[in-house]
C-alpha cells in the first residue's frame, strides 16, 4: 500500500488530521477539540483523538512522517510527540505554526503572507514555505485582534456597559443573557439591570474557569448575527476588529523582513484568509475583504487573496515534501492533488 504521510491542523476550537498516501489521495480523515495549550484544557488527548480517528483502519506501521501545525508551535513539540507515540507511531513528528498549514493547505506557491482569524487570531509572511515573520499570535489576553475570543469578550463588555449605564443601550445585552443564560427578553424584564450584570459575570467567569478562554470564542457568531441585523454596537465591534486584523495582515506583508545578505524578501504571493471568521460568510469577513480588496485578483501569485482550504492537508503537504529530495515533482503533483480534495469530499 505504500508509505503514509500525516498532517494535522490544531486550532482552538477543532483539530483536525488527515492521512495521505504519497500520491496525494487522502486516506483518512480524523477530527477532535482544539489543540491549543493557551485556550483548552487537555490539548494532547485531542491530538491523540484526532489521530487515532484518522488512522482507523490504516496500517500504523507504514506512517512515513508527520507534520502538526500548531499555535505556539515552539512549546508544542513535547504534547505532540506524546500523542504521536501513544498513537503507536514510529519516529517523530515535525511540529509548525498553524498559519504556516493554514497557507499549505491552500496554495503550492512557496511564497506568500497568511491572516488567520478564528478562536484566536495571526498574520504570517511566508518563503520557501518556512514562516520568517508573523504578527499578533499573542494568545487571548495579550493579543489575538480581532479573533473569536476577541470579539466574544467585547460582546460581553458592551452589554455589561449598557447594563449599568456608561453606554448606549444595545441589542447585546439580550442576546449575551440568552446565550450564557438561556434568558430572553421577558426574563430579563423581570430582573434588576445589576442583578443582571452580576449573573453574567459571573457565568462568564464560570464558563472560562471549566472550558478555558476558547469558550468566549462561542460568543463571536452571535455578535455577527447583531451586526447583521443593524445593531450600532455589534457593528462598531466587527468594524474594529476588521480593522484590526487588516493591520496585522499589512504588518506582515508590506514590511518582508530582510534576507541573510541585507536584501528584503518579496511581498509576493498569495493572501490566504483562513480561520472560520473570515472563511464564512460573516460580517467581519465582508469588513476584512472590502479593506484588502485592492489586493484580490485573478492570478494568486500576483498577490491577489484567497479563502483557506485543508490546514491538515496543507501539513500532509509539507510532511510529503520533506521525505522527498528537493525539487523532486512528485511533491507537487502530491500538494496539488491533497488540497484539491476539499473538507468533507
Aim: charged share 20%; with cysteine.
Amino acid at each position: 500500500m505504500g508509505a503514509l504521510f500525516v498532517g494535522v491542523d490544531g486550532g482552538g476550537t477543532s483539530t483536525r488530521c488527515v492521512v495521505a498516501r504519497q500520491s496525494g489521495e487522502i486516506a483518512g480523515r480524523g477530527r477532535a477539540g482544539g489543540a491549543n495549550a493557551v485556550s483548552v484544557a487537555d490539548p494532547a488527548a485531542n491530538l491523540l483523538a484526532a489521530l487515532l480517528a484518522a488512522l482507523d483502519g490504516l496500517d500504523h506501521s507504514r506512517v512515513a512522517g508527520g507534520v502538526f501545525g500548531l499555535a505556539g508551535a515552539e512549546a508544542m513539540g513535547g504534547l505532540a510527540e506524546r500523542a504521536w507515540k501513544e498513537a503507536g507511531l514510529p519516529g517523530r513528528p515535525t511540529v509548525v505554526p498553524d498559519m504556516l498549514v493554514a497557507f499549505t493547505g491552500t496554495t503550492t506557491q512557496p511564497d506568500g503572507t497568511v491572516l488567520v482569524a478564528g478562536t484566536g487570531a495571526v498574520g504570517a509572511h511566508v518563503h520557501d514555505w518556512r514562516v520568517v515573520r508573523r504578527a499578533d499570535g499573542w494568545g487571548w489576553l495579550l493579543g489575538d485582534e480581532g479573533s473569536g475570543v476577541w470579539i466574544g469578550r467585547r460582546a460581553v463588555a458592551a452589554a455589561l456597559t449598557a447594563l449599568d449605564g456608561r453606554a448606549a443601550p444595545t441589542a447585546l445585552v439580550d442576546d449575551v443573557a440568552a446565550a450564557i443564560l438561556g434568558e430572553g427578553t421577558g426574563d430579563r424584564d423581570r430582573r434588576d439591570s445589576a442583578e443582571l450584570a452580576r449573573t453574567i459575570v459571573a457565568a462568564v467567569y464560570a464558563r472560562v474557569a471549566e472550558s478555558g478562554p476558547a469558550w468566549l470564542a462561542t460568543l463571536a457568531p452571535m455578535t455577527d448575527a447583531a451586526a447583521a441585523n443593524g445593531d450600532p454596537v455589534a457593528r462598531e465591534i466587527l468594524r474594529e476588529g476588521a480593522a484590526l486584523l487588516c493591520r496585522t495582515a499589512r504588518a506582515v506583508r508590506s514590511e518582508p523582513p530582510p534576507r541573510a545578505n541585507g536584501t528584503d524578501l518579496p511581498a509576493s504571493g498569495p493572501l490566504v484568509l483562513a480561520g472560520s471568521l473570515l472563511t464564512e460568510p460573516t460580517v467581519l469577513a465582508g469588513l476584512v475583504r472590502a479593506e484588502l480588496g485592492e489586493q484580490a485578483g485573478a492570478d494568486p501569485a500576483s498577490g491577489g487573496w484567497l479563502l483557506a482550504g485543508d490546514g491538515a492537508a496543507g501539513a500532509a503537504a509539507l510532511a510529503l515534501r520533506a521525505a522527498l529530495p528537493a525539487g523532486d515533482p512528485r511533491a507537487l503533483d502530491a500538494h496539488r492533488r491533497l488540497i484539491a480534495q476539499r473538507l468533507g469530499s
